[in-house]
């Protein structure tokens, strides 16, 4: 039985979410939560990368490294292709908004080996998606990075002035309610499950 790829969409955002379900991406995603204007910024760029790269990777795969049997090839050629359109995401930030270049500062080249990146490319192949469902695939694990990453902000945000005990501040405490947000979306497990 196929699933359906508007479910495909609606798990990766929220039943398999790729960063609170499977901890990928953790590292830019706990640097970079400290501000939900700098969240919003990664957040939206992670978006573009996972959607774009998980469909160039399907055409890729699926057409050039499976007919000529190069299929070994997939790991090195799925980081290429990140790091060329992380590349371009870079520039175009750069371009027209460089206030959120220089806050992003080295986390956006380091998208490149965010693991959650490439976890969706091979995700994608591990379960034999079709085009449409490693396309929505890759959107809705972009938009539920998004949406965890935009909660730890606003979260870390409001908490920024409260008393927190000193063992707890920083790191400490973004583990912890990462963690709590986690237990929060398994909540949402009853409802599809895509894995």
Do not use: D
């Amino acid at each position: 039985m196929e699933v359906n790829p508007l479910i495909i969409f609606i798990a990766a955002i929220f039943t398999s979410n790729i960063l609170l379900t499977n901890f990928l991406g953790m590292c830019s995603f706990l640097s970079v939560s400290r501000e939900v204007e700098s969240s919003i910024g990664l957040g939206l760029a992670v978006f573009f990368v996972l959607t774009f790269t998980t469909a160039i990777n399907y055409v890729i795969y699926h057409f050039i490294l499976v007919p000529l049997q190069l299929v070994y090839l997939q790991y090195i050629i799925f980081i290429i292709i990140i790091a060329a359109f992380v590349q371009l995401i870079e520039m175009i930030i750069e371009r027209f908004s460089p206030v959120l270049y220089y806050t992003l500062g080295i986390f956006l080249p380091l998208i490149t080996v965010n693991c959650a990146i490439l976890g969706v490319s091979l995700f994608m192949v591990i379960r034999e998606y079709t085009f449409i469902q490693s396309v929505l695939f890759g959107a809705g694990s972009g938009l539920g990075w998004l949406l965890a990453i935009l909660a730890l902000a606003g979260i870390r945000q409001k908490i920024k002035y409260k008393f927190v005990p000193a063992g707890l501040q920083g790191a400490g405490l973004s583990l912890i309610i990462t963690g709590i947000m986690a237990l929060g979306f398994i909540g949402f497990s009853g409802i599809v499950i895509i894995q």
